[in-house]
Each structure stands twice: as structure tokens, then as C-alpha cells.
């Protein structure tokens, strides 16, 4: 069984930074892309960053330049370094894993998905 879960949220003044974790088990996790969403309230669940099972990765233009995603395969963990955080990034984020190696940008791509971690960027 997959289970991913994610660590590192919390509440952060607006210019700091956040590094958000997401520990997987229960897959060839080095064969699989994974990607970071967010879901603020009263919105729908966004795209942030994805990554694919040799590192190439892919950005949001909302958080380009600010945030980094990374993985560690022999950690088998996900990461996300939020730099340079607004208030417009307070959402929910996700990690969520997919059966292929690449990524995509699709929420409905992915098929595991973790429980979420709160962050929240004050003004």
C-alpha cells in the first residue's frame, strides 16, 4: 500500500521560507514522478511543482523562481523549499505520486495522494 506523508508546514511571516517533506513507502518510489498541489480555501486544488523519476522538474509561474522541488530516492522523500513566501501561498499543500515516470501537471493524473500540511504565509 502507498502512503505518503508530508511534515514541515506551519505558519511563517511573509519573505521567510518553508520546507515541506513528503516521506514515501509502498511503490518503486525512484521509477515515479510526484508532484506538490496546494488548495487554498474556497479554491480548487492548483498545480505548484512536479518532478520526474531523473529530476527534470517543472513550475507553476506563481511560485517559479521562488520555489524548488527536490527528491531524495534513497530517502524515498519529496521535498519543497518555499522561499521568498506571500500570503497568496497559504494553502493546504500535497504531495501526491503517479505510476509514471514523468510528470505532469494534472491533478487526476495522480493516484496517491498524502494528507496535507498547513501553510500559512501572514502579512
Known amino acids: 500500500q502507498v502512503q505518503l506523508v508530508e511534515s514541515g508546514g506551519g505558519l511563517v511571516q511573509a519573505g521567510g521560507s518553508l520546507r515541506l517533506s513528503c516521506a514515501a513507502s509502498g511503490r518503486t518510489f525512484s521509477r515515479c514522478a510526484m508532484g506538490w498541489f496546494r488548495q487554498a480555501p474556497g479554491k480548487e486544488r492548483e498545480f505548484v511543482a512536479a518532478?520526474?523519476?531523473?529530476?527534470?522538474?517543472t513550475y507553476a509561474d506563481s511560485v517559479k523562481g521562488r520555489f524548488t522541488i527536490s527528491r531524495d530516492n534513497a530517502k524515498i522523500t519529496l521535498y519543497l523549499q518555499m522561499n521568498s513566501l506571500k500570503p497568496e501561498d497559504t494553502a493546504i499543500y500535497y504531495c501526491?505520486?503517479?505510476?509514471?515516470?514523468?510528470?505532469?501537471?494534472?491533478?487526476?493524473?495522480?493516484?496517491?495522494w498524502g494528507q496535507g500540511t498547513q501553510v500559512t504565509v501572514s502579512s
Open positions: 518532478i520526474n523519476w531523473s529530476g527534470g522538474s
Open positions: 501526491a505520486t503517479r505510476s509514471g515516470s514523468y510528470y505532469t501537471i494534472r491533478s487526476e493524473d495522480y493516484d496517491y
